[in-house]
């Protein structure tokens, strides 16, 4: 409002130091006013702007929050894979000495039975139930 009376009072002064006529001060009155509109408009715009702007930095800080969740996110997933396999190398360790563990409990068990047979005078009979303990013996531990 200073303003507008500033310029009021400079087009006074202008109009009395210069001579201008009242038509003259009326078109200079009216495009002080459209100057004071336009002014307006881009101080509206410019409003609108510092909105729009707030509004994008608080998606832009909601993000920034999202990523930092996330990293968090793989860094645990990752300590987790790393457990994962350790655990693994564990198990698979445990494996092989669980199957040798079986392949010296099958032979073992082999040399019994071969032992058994070599020492026993019943003959074919004798043999055949050796085979037959040494098949389900060895589809045991397949299985």
């Given at each position: 409002?200073?303003?507008?009376?500033?310029?009021?009072?400079?087009v006074l002064v202008?109009?009395?130091?210069?001579?201008?006529?009242?038509?003259?001060?009326?078109?200079?009155?009216?495009?002080?006013?459209?100057?004071?509109?336009?002014?307006?408009?881009?101080?509206?715009?410019?409003?609108?702007?510092?909105?729009?702007?707030?509004?994008?930095?608080?998606?832009?800080?909601?993000?920034?929050?999202?990523?930092?969740?996330?990293?968090?996110?793989?860094?645990?997933?990752?300590?987790?894979?790393?457990?994962?396999?350790?655990?693994?190398?564990?198990?698979?360790?445990?494996?092989?000495?669980?199957?040798?563990?079986?392949?010296?409990?099958?032979?073992?068990?082999?040399?019994?039975?071969?032992?058994?047979?070599?020492?026993?005078?019943?003959?074919?009979?004798?043999?055949?139930?050796?085979?037959?303990?040494?098949?389900?013996?060895?589809?045991?531990?397949?299985?």
């Amino acid at each position: 409002m200073k303003k507008f009376i500033m310029l009021i009072c400079t087009v006074l002064v202008l109009s009395l130091t210069f001579g201008l006529s009242a038509s003259e001060l009326k078109d200079m009155q009216n495009e002080l006013t459209e100057k004071e509109k336009e002014i307006e408009e881009e101080n509206l715009k410019l409003e609108q702007n510092q909105a729009e702007q707030e509004i994008v930095q608080g998606e832009i800080d909601d993000l920034d929050f999202k990523i930092i969740s996330i990293e968090e996110e793989i860094r645990d997933l990752e300590l987790q894979i790393e457990h994962k396999e350790e655990e693994i190398s564990i198990k698979e360790d445990e494996l092989e000495h669980a199957i040798q563990v079986k392949d010296e409990h099958y032979e073992m068990t082999k040399q019994r039975m071969t032992a058994m047979y070599k020492n026993n005078k019943k003959g074919c009979l004798c043999r055949l139930e050796v085979t037959k303990l040494l098949k389900k013996n060895k589809e045991k531990n397949n299985l």
